[in-house]
């Protein structure tokens, strides 16, 4: 919770964005996922899209975990759209497989934030799909580039890559 005024956004938060954290993200931040009927193909191999929407899932669970909430940057004015997007694809997951999307961010520039990704099997010995994504903070009304980022995110952002 925001605590002292000074810190307090130009606009009201309906989440907990947090600049005094109590709990920093590990290095990697690890989310499960299990490949339900719809997000296969006939063969009941996962279709490759869901792969992508699954990290985007991680990266906002991984955000969720340090306070920043979605619908907080969206009351900031802030989107964080894909820029930069690269895949690799190991191993296939089949239907009613379970999985692990592991993320974390590997570095923030100015208001590019790159992220590499994960996907292994539960127990760690197979790797599906390993992934990179370039995001940019852009201001939602004018659909620019912001010059810098919020400074609440960019705190929490800044703690989440030092742990």
Not at 56 to 85: K, M
Request: glycine letters at 6%; aromatic letters at 8%.
């Amino acid at each position: 919770m925001i605590t002292n005024p000074s810190d307090t956004p130009q606009l009201p938060l309906k989440g907990v964005l947090q600049t005094n954290l109590q709990a920093i993200a590990p290095t990697w931040f690890e989310y499960s996922v299990v490949a339900h009927p719809h997000t296969t193909d006939y063969g009941g191999i996962v279709w490759h899209g869901a792969y992508i929407a699954w990290m985007e899932e991680a990266r906002i669970e991984c955000l969720r975990s340090i306070g920043v909430e979605f619908t907080d940057l969206v009351a900031l004015g802030c989107d964080l759209p894909v820029v930069d997007l690269a895949l690799r694809y190991h191993h296939p997951v089949q239907m009613g497989m379970a999985a692990i999307v592991k993320t974390r961010m590997s570095e923030m520039s100015g208001v590019r934030i790159n992220w590499d990704y994960q996907i292994e099997s539960i127990d760690g010995q197979t790797l599906f799909v390993s992934a990179k994504v370039t995001l940019v903070a852009v201001d939602r009304e004018k659909g620019k580039i912001l010059r810098q980022l919020p400074p609440i995110v960019k705190d929490a952002l800044v703690k989440l890559s030092e742990s």
